[in-house]
């Protein structure tokens, strides 16, 4: 099944060769991606808080959920990834969970905070899939770049919310590896999609989604930096109790 959906699955240097070196670019940016969650989990068990947008982590899960279980996947590693990322994104859930309701602003999504989450995971999942089927998003890459801008623009204002309550949840080392993370998946997914959807007439697309991830990445990994150093305790002081660490 998998070698008629991907005839290239065994060409050498192909698109599915995880050794082809722009593969081996992209598996290096999934290693950065599992190392941005570490740090962001660590923080937010520290500072009792979740550390993503509300909105990207439901969607996370969902395209999650849909690269582990359900889109055909030609290369084990890349299934290895998705599945290591739906586990790992399953504590940051349970982290938006336990803690996100008491952190709400707007009283009505407080209220009803739990159906919120479920309504948008359940929303992301349909538009996903429906994404996947209607244009042929191969491996559902494009689908995954899409939720990436989503999140990178929501991960700006998600700081200035959060400056305003100490700044709870943010590590500037899950900021810089989700950026490098991104990029090593940019570069991948560039040249597996360019060789296998020629349907999609061109890159265009793609190139707007990735330039404009690593611009707000960049954005926002200065922002969180310039916060930690702001809230760096001096030289020889032991930290205690401070809102925001340097993960």
Known sequence: MLNALFPENYVPGGPYDPLAWFNIVGEVGCVFWVLAYGFIIRQCFRDK??????????????????????FPTPVPLWHLFDRVWFFVDLVIVYQLLRYGRGLQTIPEVKRHFFTVVAGTTVLAGIGLYTFFVQYHDLLGLVGAFMI????????????????????????????????????????ECHHVIGMT?????????????????????????????????????????VRTGAALAVA
């Not at 808080?49 to 359900?70: D, K, Q, T």
């Not at 305003?164 to 900021?175: K, T």
């Not at 330039?211 to 926002?220: N, Q």
Request: proline share 4%; glycine share 8%.
């Open 148 to 187: 990436n801008l989503v999140m990178s623009v929501s991960f700006v204002f998600f700081y200035f919310s959060r400056r305003q309550q100490g700044g709870v949840g943010l590590s500037w080392p899950a900021a810089l590896c989700k950026l490098l993370g991104t990029l090593g998946t940019s570069v």
């Open 49 to 70: 808080s979740y550390g993503l947008p509300l909105v990207a982590i439901c969607m996370n899960l969902a395209w999650e959920f849909l690269a582990s279980w359900v």
């Open 197 to 237: 959807q020629p349907w999609l007439g061109g890159l265009s697309f793609l190139h707007f989604l990735c330039v404009s991830i690593f611009l707000f990445d960049v954005l926002y990994l200065a922002l969180v930096w310039k916060e930690a150093r702001a809230h760096a305790p001096a030289a020889g002081q």
